[in-house]
């Protein structure tokens, strides 16, 4: 007679108890992961459960527990190795703590945003993390938010928005960029940012509807204002929302008879097109052009020179969020924080004193 355990597939909560010698609710809570029940109980249903390759039925347990163990994130490229290493913070925290996760592409639009938080609450996630397109168009996060699950911006936050919010210093970063660039004689420095606008014109802060550019972007013009410079606005470039994009803008620019000496790239992907573009037009960084990129990818510390960079806690950024979101699932019910992260200039070899 075949003596080999059951089919997962077919194997009960009631097998289960059955094999350790429980009951069945007392086999329920020890495979739910609810209740209290003694360690040498627990220790002969996990046995039991093993021994018949019981797997649990998630949907039956989510009806029990009104648990599904599962967050939904949202983030706007994937593409990008910024919301790649943010993501390895999720499901590093996630994974600890009993929860799988479901993951949605945004591709930096907002009417998928919208799509995807509808088609995670649908599919009965317990909390989300998202990463906003555009602050400016919200009210799909407050009807999330509302709901009754947990939700916690990543690397963008809401200044309209009560919600756990984890970011990064970034102003503090451009700053700091911006003023180091001025120190060493620049004064034609760019910005390039994947953000739009309706004209692919650039003309004040309230233009970029994503936090986290609009702070760096604050930052930069605040450091020129102070500095004497006129119409920085004029060296913000956007739209550079694919690498095809970007090397259109930066081999325009890079070709202009007042071409920028520094520029600043407002992540890896730009920063590695620009790097490109200089290559292709014969411009030697730093020489004839200075260059710092936001994120620390890893390309930027292989390359001749290595580039300067802005390095973000990118790991940390989605580690905080998911810790967040995790203690509030828990029970915390206190009041919506706001966690900023330090970020740091790590000096290579692209920034040099502005050519004569």
Known sequence: MDQSPPRSSSVTVADVARKAGVSKATAARVLGGYGTVSDHVRDAVTAAARSLNYQPNELARSMTTGRSGTIGVVVGDIENPFFSLAMRGITDVARQTG??????????DADAEKSAIRTLLAKRVDGLIVSPAKESDADHLREAARSGRPL?????????LDID???????????NITRRFIALGHRRIAYLTACDTPDHRFRAPTDINTGSVRRRIEGFLDVCQKAGLERMEDWVHVGAVTPE??????????????RPTAVI????????????????????????LS?????????????TPPVT?????????????AKLL??????????ATRVVLKTEIVERASVATAPA
């Open 99 to 108: 929860f799988t996760v479901i993951l949605i592409n945004s591709g930096e």
């Open 152 to 160: 916690v911006l990543l690397d963008r936050g809401s200044e309209t």
């Open 165 to 175: 919010t984890v970011i990064a210093d970034d102003r503090h970063a451009a700053e």
């Open 245 to 258: 994009h970007t090397y259109r803008i930066a081999t325009v620019m890079l070709k202009s008879s007042r």
């Open 265 to 288: 790239a407002s992540d890896s992907v730009i920063g590695l097109e620009v790097f490109k573009v200089c290559r292709e037009l014969g411009l030697t960084i730093p020489t004839d």
């Open 291 to 303: 260059l710092v990129s936001f994120h620390d990818a890893d390309w930027t510390s292989v390359t």
């Open 309 to 321: 960079v802005v390095r973000q806690p990118v790991y940390g950024l989605g580690e905080a969020a």
């Open 326 to 335: 995790v203690e509030r699932l828990n029970g915390n019910s206190a009041e």
